[in-house]
Each structure stands twice: as C-alpha cells, then as structure tokens.
C-alpha cells in the first residue's frame, strides 16, 4: 500500500518562503502524476498544482500561478511544492496525493487515489 508524507510546512510572514516535500512509499512512483491540494478552515479541499509522472509537464491554480513550482525527484520518490511570495490567503493544510498511472495529471480530486496526512502552512500578515 502506497504511503505519502509530507513535511516543510510552518509559521512564515507574508512574502516569505516555504518548500514542502511528499516522500512517497513504492517503487512505482516514477510512473504516477502527482499533486498539491490545500483546505483552509472552513473551506472546501482545493487544487494548488500537478505534475505529470516524468515530470515535464505542470499545471497550476491561478491562484498559486507565477508563486509556487512543483517538481519531482523519481530517484528519491519525492514530489516538491516551492512557495514564494506567500499571503495569508495561503494559509491551509497542504496535502499531497497520487494521480493517475502515466498521466499527465489532473485539477480533479477524484483523480488522485492516495493522500497524505497533510502539514500546515499558515501565512502571518
């Protein structure tokens, strides 16, 4: 059973930095697309970006576009959020979740079949 752990999240001010990881158990984890979705309080779990299983081709929210970059490490089984110039608007719990096999990958939750416990990044202003 595939197991995902992310970490890096904390406490920053507005305008900081963060870079979150998602080790991800399995030996087929080069063949999956990948994601970052986030849930703030109160708020519906939303897409924040995905990358495709060899890792060329990335797709973001508007809201994150130009700010975040997602990427991966297939030697290493790890997947990667960098968030800059964050807002308090950021503020949520992050999770990361396997998508589909050899896809390129996907905005739509019901794509994703596995997700991690999730870690909190909160934005102070």
């Known amino acids: 059973q595939v197991q995902l752990v992310e970490s890096g999240g904390g406490l920053v001010q507005a305008g900081g930095s963060l870079r979150l990881s998602c080790a991800v158990s399995?030996?087929?984890?080069?063949?999956?697309?990948m994601g970052w979705f986030r849930q703030a309080p109160g708020k519906e779990r939303e897409f924040v970006a995905t990358i495709s299983w060899r890792g060329t081709s990335t797709y973001y929210a508007d809201s994150v576009k130009g700010r975040f970059t997602i990427s991966r490490d297939n030697a290493k089984d790890a997947v990667f959020l960098r968030m800059n110039s964050l807002k308090p608007e950021d503020t949520a719990v992050y999770y990361c979740?396997?998508?589909?096999?050899?896809?390129?990958?996907?905005?739509?939750?019901?794509?994703?079949?596995?997700w991690g416990q999730g870690t909190q990044v909160t934005v102070s202003s």
């Open positions: 979740a396997r998508g589909r096999i050899f896809s390129t990958g996907s905005d739509s939750a019901a794509e994703y079949d596995s």
């Open positions: 399995g030996r087929t984890f080069p063949s999956y697309a």
